[in-house]
């Protein structure tokens, strides 16, 4: 931890001593000697040391402007909250598999919906990869224990591990394509996560609840935010620990 350099010179220049600043804040000295030292102090704290010593707090703290800046760009990469799956606007999941050029992942259990919406989806997910966009599809692996374990949770029992074998062979034309990665994992979701480029839904997944009746968030990825980049990990995370499916 640095010395802030700039709180002890403001402090000598403003006349203001270790007893000013502990009957201004309320703290005892060995707070103010950690605040010297590095250690950046709660907002009320801070407020009370600008007005004594005259100085800004982004000046004295630039690590707080930063962490505003970061909290900023991350609530902005909101676009939208839907209480349910079947909330989402049935227009969007086509308009973002049709914009995404550079990147589509899905990680999911099963998410058979894709395909009941859009018959043609492996003929786009094909185009796609032909025209350079990299696709990655992470399916649950029907064998898994963490299935099985979800069908209990969600009291789907073994009607999960019937449409995780559904998604496979809905994806299974397209193993072998030129820019298309099908594999199977066995790992608990928090999160069903489609990626398109910077877009990003984000389906939760609530104990005792099909996913099609838990919130979706609606991300774009914008740069100091990081909620997209914390999903976008998740996925990496899961990828890294899948394989492809059995022939």
Sequence with gaps: MLVNERLRTAMAVAHVDFDAIVEATGVDPKTVQRWINGRTPNARHRSRLVRLVGE?????????????????????????????RA??????WPALF??????????????????????????????????????????????????????????????????????????????G???????????????????????????????ATNAYSAPVLHLRRLDGGQIFANYARSFEAVWERSTPPPA
């Design 98 to 175: 049709r914009r995404a050029v550079r990147f589509i992942d899905i990680l999911v259990y099963a998410a058979v919906f894709l395909h009941e919406q859009d018959p043609d989806l492996n003929d786009l997910l094909a185009e796609k990869a032909v025209s350079g966009c990299r696709i990655r599809v992470a399916l649950g692996d029907p064998e898994g224990t963490c299935i099985k374990a979800r069908g209990t949770d969600e009291r789907f029992g073994h009607g999960i591990v019937s449409r995780c074998e559904l998604a496979l062979m809905h994806y299974r034309p397209l193993i």
């Design 177 to 207: 394509q030129e820019g298309v990665s099908i594999h199977v994992h066995d790992t608990t979701l928090y999160n069903s996560i489609y990626r398109f480029d910077d877009e990003m839904l984000v389906n939760a997944h609530l104990y």
């Design 56 to 84: 800004t707090e982004t000046y004295l703290w630039p690590d707080v402007a930063d962490g505003e800046r970061i909290r900023a760009a991350s609530e902005s990469e909101l676009v939208a909250l839907y209480a349910h």
């Design 87 to 92: 909330d989402v606007p049935p227009d969007l």
